[in-house]
């Protein structure tokens, strides 16, 4: 049956148009000016639009609500309240206060903290959060909020992220300021998340203890067919797969998703999603709904949807790529060149202080995307390297060259500036010049950060995005502001000059991929963190610090703490998968080579038993490969068993993840070698797991 999307549409939201329907006129108004400027919100308001929000809820089958939060992991948090209140008479009345919507009070302890809060204090606040839309989902009203300690620490990525839009805002208006616009008044960062993921059969994934422990495959032998034939991407959708896909955009737009793109990616079984991008407080909510429908969709189809950034190895991982962006409330994107002198310049402002911000905050981008799903991926071929450098493209490039050596730029016949540039080519997004292996690219109005993995937040590149920008446009504020009027754009094509110069050496529009570019990056100086402990280290640097907290964005308890959960859940996320790899090995590998070297063995006997002069070589051939598999497993386990108890022994958390990754993490991988080697001689009848063939293939 055809449905009216349009009216689909955000029809679970607590939408603009529902308030300005449900409020009275002046209470509209007052939530408009907080939502807009962050005005305070007075408590009559609050309860007036608890009470709309209630019967909202409640016309909707809502008997629920609750502060819906994103503490220091990658998920969401929630804890519903039903509306009842008994009225004494053995009856109830459906209730809810402005003081319930605005604040709640969840039991913190038992949420990642970092030792910011003791668990004695286990006490934690939630505050609505009305700048991203409350909704109903299965029959309870989720009302966004931030998470913060009753010391006022910030215990989850919202209100960081809120505080780096808040300072971005700031910051850009000063220089819009400077250069002489007066109209804007507030600027947002808006983000547009491709989100990549795997869908395989639930029935097959149930019986893969490495999948449903660690999200990702542990062992598991190569298909006969992989990605090679390059006939994914693109594809055409498989019935299963499109239903799904057809249901999943349904869910989302109910909840003012606004998911737009869908197609299949390049690895078998492997499909991208993208939503039009929206503020990015919004966005970050959206992408985290986004997940979790993914995976609830998929389970009503009988699959299971893979979010771990590698669930198999030899085919492409999954990550999300961070499509960013400023734009003013006049609806200027402040990336985009324009179309006269004025809007060039101030694209060129905000161009160069992107590259700076970069350049300065390299590792701190590379820190904001680390996990140990990640490091799967990035530097591996297929993803963006743990490089991080910028692609410009040509055209942009020759620009900034023109700015450099104070030449004109002669590019499509445009007009002659005083800043030493010509009008700028409106930037259409050129698919032939655009470079998959960046992991920071310019597309044409936009940046696109594609080192983000496919599970977490984008909150956390994001906070440091913004942040980087808003400290570099200070710089330039601070450098113009007492410039007069006659001598800004002398003022300002120095400034542009003087960056470039001092930043060019990120910006790469060459193959990422290859090992040159790993020792020319080297040489120009740029930072090539490897793996999570490696980068995590930089996290708490004192120029890190200084950004950071210079900015309001953490405190330094916040910082460290932040940068404690991480390394925490590294080493809990490697934990995990050595025991899950130990368990494997010998509840199920082990044994499965035993039953196939019985087996083999008494066919061997029986052949000789009937001819007794056959030749049984290939039998002890098979035998002897297979004894020495195990024997090599044997050691192996017990090599991993040793390696993890040290790494968990370690004193410090950091020599901690140094350990897991330098060797639980290789022995992981030598057991992995023999393995996926027995898992080739054996027979599907003794195979004790679904085989990426089947994984890969069977929807
Ligand atoms: P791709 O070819 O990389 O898939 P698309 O044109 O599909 O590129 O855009 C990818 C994402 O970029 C979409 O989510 C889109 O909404 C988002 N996007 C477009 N403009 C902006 C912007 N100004 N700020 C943030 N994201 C944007
Ligand atoms: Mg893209």
Avoid at 123 to 132: E, F, K, L, V
Avoid at 213 to 229: N, S, V
Avoid at 592 to 600: R, W
Avoid at 669 to 694: F, H, Q
Wanted: proline share 5%; charged share 25%; glycine share 6%.
């Amino acid at each position: 049956m055809a449905q009216n999307i349009p009216e689909l549409y955000g029809s679970l939201v607590f939408n603009d148009k529902i308030m300005r329907t449900k409020l009275p006129k002046d209470m509209y108004k007052a939530l408009r000016k907080t939502i807009q400027n962050g005005s305070h919100l007075e408590l009559d308001v609050a309860n007036s639009v608890a009470v709309a929000m209630k019967e909202w809820a409640i016309e909707n089958g809502a008997t629920h609500y609750t502060h819906w939060f994103q503490p220091m992991t990658n998920f969401t948090a929630e804890k519903h309240d039903s509306f009842i209140s008994p009225t004494g008479d053995g009856q109830i009345i459906m209730e809810f206060s402005g003081k319930e919507l605005v604040k709640g009070e969840p039991d913190a302890s038992s949420f990642p903290s970092g030792g910011l809060r003791a668990t004695f204090e286990a006490r934690g606040y939630t505050a609505w959060d009305p700048t991203s839309p409350a909704f109903i989902k299965d029959r309870t009203l989720y009302i966004p909020t931030a998470f913060c300690s009753y010391s006022g620490e910030a215990l989850d990525k919202k209100t960081p992220l809120l505080r780096s839009m808040d300072a971005l805002n700031v910051e850009a208006l000063k220089v819009l300021r400077v250069l002489g616009n007066t109209e804007v008044k507030h600027i947002t960062t808006t983000v547009g998340p491709e989100q990549e993921y795997f869908l395989v059969d639930k029935e097959l994934y149930n019986q893969r203890k490495d999948l449903i422990y660690c999200g990702r495959t542990l062992i598991g032998a190569p298909a006969p067919k992989g990605q090679e034939m390059e006939d994914h991407y693109f594809g055409t959708l498989k019935p299963r797969v499109a239903a799904y896909m057809h249901d999943l955009d349904e869910e989302l737009w109910k909840l003012g998703i606004p998911a737009k793109t869908k197609h299949n990616e390049v690895a078998p079984a492997q499909h991208e999603l993208a939503p039009v991008f929206d503020t990015t407080n919004v966005a970050v909510d959206h992408n985290q709904l986004t997940m979790e429908i993914m995976k609830k969709v998929a389970d009503k189809h009988g699959m299971v949807c893979l979010l771990h950034e590698k669930p198999f190895e030899g085919i492409n991982g999954s990550g999300k790529h961070n499509n960013w962006s400023m734009s003013t409330d006049t609806g200027v994107n402040l990336l985009d060149p324009g179309k006269t002198p004025a809007e060039n310049t101030q694209f060129l402002v905000f161009l160069v202080a992107v590259i700076k911000a970069v350049d300065d905050y390299a590792d701190l981008l590379r820190i904001s995307v680390a996990s140990a799903g990640n490091d799967h991926r990035l530097g591996a071929n297929e993803a963006p390297p743990a490089i991080v450098s910028i692609f410009l493209g040509d055209e942009l490039t020759e620009v900034l060259k023109a700015i450099e050596n104070d030449e004109f730029f002669a590019g499509h016949g445009a007009i002659q500036m005083d800043i030493g540039a010509k009008v700028l080519p409106h930037f259409v997004k050129d698919n032939t010049d655009r470079n998959r292996t960046s992991p920071f690219a310019f597309t044409g109005n936009k940046f696109e950060f594609r080192m983000l993995g496919s599970s977490a937040s984008v909150a956390n590149p994001n906070i440091i995005l913004n942040t980087a920008v808003a400290e570099v446009l200070s710089q330039f504020a601070e450098k113009l502001k007492d410039v007069p009027a006659e001598e800004m754009n002398q003022a300002v094509h120095n400034l542009l000059k003087e960056t470039i110069i001092a930043h060019k050496r990120v910006i790469f529009n060459g193959n990422g991929y290859t090992d040159e570019w790993v020792e020319e990056a080297e040489k120009r100086g740029l930072y090539n963190l490897k793996s999570t402990p490696d980068a995590l280290e930089q996290f708490v640097s004192p120029k890190n610090e200084a950004l950071l907290t210079g900015h309001n964005i953490f405190t330094k308890g916040e910082l460290h703490s932040r940068y404690e959960i991480k390394l925490e859940n590294y080493v809990k996320t490697l934990h995990i998968e050595s025991c899950t790899m130990a368990e494997l090995i010998q509840k199920d590998m082990l044994p499965s080579i035993t039953t196939y070297m019985e087996q083999v063995a008494r066919t061997a006997s029986l052949k000789k038993s009937v001819v007794p002069d056959i030749s049984v070589a290939s039998e002890a051939d098979l035998l002897t490969k297979l004894t020495a598999l195990s024997e090599s497993m044997i050691a192996g386990l017990a090599t991993l068993k040793e390696d993890t108890a040290k790494a968990e022994g370690c004193e410090d958390i950091l020599a901690s993840a140094k350990a897991y990754q330098s060797t639980v993490l290789a022995d992981m991988e030598a057991l992995r070698k023999s393995a996926d080697e027995a898992e080739a001689l054996l027979p599907e009848s003794v195979l004790p797991y679904p085989t990426y063939g089947k994984l890969l293939f069977s929807i």
